[in-house]
């Protein structure tokens, strides 16, 4: 199982044999791998994405960590308060998307750009990832904020949606994993 440190997070992947198990009980999901939900996870996104990610992910193949769901937990507590991930495997063309999700209690922390930057930064030291892609919705400005501290450059809006990306070489930083 993956682990990705960064000063105050660890992003964690789940096994694809608990996504199941944590829609119903997400505190006994949790609990083994040492961790526990906060008060408002899983979000009703993130049960909206573990539900399709019940039927699709197999648990008897191997996770690229990208085709996976990365959970989002406070170090000093080991508590669950949000989650993140790809939206497949990288494209032909060397193009990932990440999405994540912080729950409310937790906004305006930080956490949301630790997440974002240690999952950019994970995806180009794989060489077949060239270019990381988000989205988020016009008037979510937290998002907006997150992408932009690290370093993605609006590439187009459509429908009420921003599209961002960022290239290789603009991604940097530190990040231990575990």
Request: hydrophobic fraction near 40%; aromatic fraction near 8%.
């Amino acid at each position: 199982m993956r682990e990705l440190r960064t000063k105050r997070l660890v992003l964690r992947e789940m096994p694809a044999n608990l996504i199941a198990d944590c829609l119903h009980d997400p505190e006994h999901a949790l609990l083994s791998l040492g961790l526990r939900p906060a008060a408002q996870w899983p979000t009703a996104d993130t049960r909206d994405i573990l539900s399709i990610l019940a039927q699709m992910v197999d648990p008897t193949t191997s996770n690229t960590g990208f085709n996976t769901f990365w959970l989002i937990a406070r170090q000093n507590d080991k508590i669950v308060i949000g989650d993140a991930g790809f939206k497949g495997n990288p494209s032909p063309h060397g193009e990932v998307e990440v999405g994540y999700g912080i729950v409310p209690d937790e906004w305006q922390k930080g956490y949301g750009f630790e997440a974002v930057q240690a999952l950019a930064n994970w995806a180009v030291e794989h060489d077949e990832v060239r270019i990381v892609r988000a989205e988020c919705h016009k008037d979510n400005s937290g998002s907006i904020r997150i992408l932009m501290k690290c370093g993605f450059t609006l590439r187009t809006e459509a429908d009420g949606m921003l599209f961002w990306d960022k290239q290789r070489t603009d991604i940097g930083g530190n990040i231990n994993q575990g």
